[in-house]
């Protein structure tokens, strides 16, 4: 089956630690996506990345941070700087960056800080 | 620059009845209009899209949406409501030719009574 995977599904950090989350694909896509989602204020894009190797900063990246080292992964870590991470997080993918392709997304993780 | 507004967080209604879900955008370029669904503690599913064909689009589980250059539009509407459908919805914009991040609303949570 094709589709996103993330993992864990939920993730309990302590402060100061820092956390990695997993999203993989296997449809092929170029584009890939992290955002942040917290009750009431929608999905907030964390990072987003075009093509291996190159990704740009989305709106609240600051505490956060990824890689693209391969096509069909691309992970989140959750670094101490990042002062209220607890949070649901959604990975999604899309065929590229063109203004019409639709975003496939994860089943997300749940953070929470202890 | 490009923006998407829901004009409700939070939209009630009895099943079986009518469910209007409103979206309003700004783009300074053709957009292309996505909604998708989003059930508790789960990713999200696209619904339909427009991508300058026809300004009626129909999608999944009876909904359909008509974009209304106009009015700067694009509303969600099913003639009848199950207790299914009651999930988080989300509007989202998309610029071709402009910026081709998409830009999520802040999200209407339907609420289907019995």
């Known amino acids: 089956d094709g589709g996103i995977t993330q993992s864990p599904k939920y993730l309990f950090r302590k402060e100061g630690q820092n956390v990695t989350l997993s999203c993989e694909q296997n449809l092929n896509h170029d584009a890939m996506y992290w955002y942040r989602q917290d009750p009431g204020q929608g999905l907030r894009l964390i990072y987003y990345?075009?093509?291996?190797?190159?990704?740009q900063k989305g709106d609240i990246a600051e505490g956060y941070s990824v890689s693209r080292e391969k096509k069909e992964s691309f992970p989140l870590t959750v670094t101490s700087a990042q002062k209220n991470p607890t949070a649901f997080y959604l990975c999604?993918?899309?065929?590229?960056?063109?203004?019409?392709?639709?975003?496939?997304f994860g089943p997300g993780t749940r953070l929470t800080v202890l | 620059a490009q923006s998407v507004t829901q004009l409700d967080s939070h939209v009630s209604v009895s099943e079986g009845t009518p469910v209007l879900l409103r979206c309003n955008y700004s783009s300074s370029y053709s957009p292309s209009l996505f909604w998708y669904v989003q059930h508790p503690n789960k990713g999200l599913q696209l619904l339909l899209k427009y991508t300058s064909a026809a300004t009626l689009v129909k999608g999944i589980n009876g909904f359909e949406a008509e974009f209304k250059k106009s009015e700067t539009s694009f509303h969600l509407t099913k003639p009848s409501a199950h207790m299914s459908d009651a999930a988080e919805y989300f509007c989202v914009v998309s610029g071709v030719g402009g910026s081709y991040i998409p830009t999520f609303g802040r999200g209407t949570s339907l609420i289907v009574h019995p």
């Open positions: 999604a993918s899309s065929p590229g960056l063109a203004g019409g392709d639709t975003q496939y």
């Open positions: 990345s075009q093509i291996v190797n190159d990704f």
